[in-house]
């Protein structure tokens, strides 16, 4: 079932700027069938697995790979709340570099220039070796005054130790846009066992809806 293929339509109307504010309407398709499915989803005791998506996977390969079929990829973007299988999905090496250098001219420019700064604060304790890092964005003047790094170390009563680094840093454009692509590689995968049940849910959303 491709994904949207059966999802019920609507008339949405708008004002065109172009046609002196001159109301069109646009047959969409019914999203709220689509959040309904989800909630149901994320109501039920379902079982997940987490999952890194690498370069080449898809949400269709995934589907076949993990329900013997790629016309099942819409259960991998329901489940993921996906809404653009192209940008809210992470972006292939060549497509992220031709994705950034249409966005900023060159890959030069996406480097040298700066999106953001910001005060990184790791934490690392003594007993676990467990590492908690903290971000958090600084206007320049504050990035400019702060020290490069610092290091402070906190005794505990039962004898262990915190140590806490600070440093900060200057986060090109470049490096703000890796950052958010990667962030999108995390993903859920809904157990196979479900997937008739979530089939079955959606075929009684579209048709009640």
Do not use: C
Not at 3 to 23: C, G, I, K, M, Q
Not at 138 to 166: C, E, R
């Amino acid at each position: 079932m491709p994904y949207f293929t059966n999802f019920p339509v609507v008339a949405y109307d708008f004002e065109r700027s172009d046609l002196l504010n001159e109301r069109v309407s646009k047959i969409v398709s019914n999203i709220l069938v689509r959040t309904k499915l989800l909630d149901s989803v994320s109501n039920l005791p379902l079982v997940y697995y987490k999952y890194d998506v690498v370069d080449g996977d898809t949400p269709e390969s995934l589907a076949y790979k993990y329900y013997g079929s790629s016309t099942k990829h819409w259960i991998i973007l329901i489940v993921n709340n996906v809404f653009d299988p192209f940008y809210d999905w992470p972006l292939k090496y060549e497509n992220f570099v031709a994705f950034v250098e249409n966005k900023y001219g060159s890959i030069a420019n996406a480097k040298t220039n700066i999106h953001h700064y910001e005060k990184v604060i790791t934490k690392t304790d003594s007993v676990t070796s467990t590492i908690t890092i903290d971000k958090h964005e600084l206007d320049y003047n504050t990035f400019a005054n702060l020290a490069s790094s610092t290091t402070q170390t906190i005794n505990l009563k039962d004898g262990n130790t915190v140590t806490i680094v600070t440093t900060k840093s200057a986060v090109s454009y470049y490096d703000y846009e890796e950052t958010f692509n990667e962030s999108k590689r995390s993903i859920k995968i809904l157990d196979a066992s479900f997937a008739s049940a979530i089939e079955t849910e959606l075929d009684v959303l579209i048709n009640n809806g």
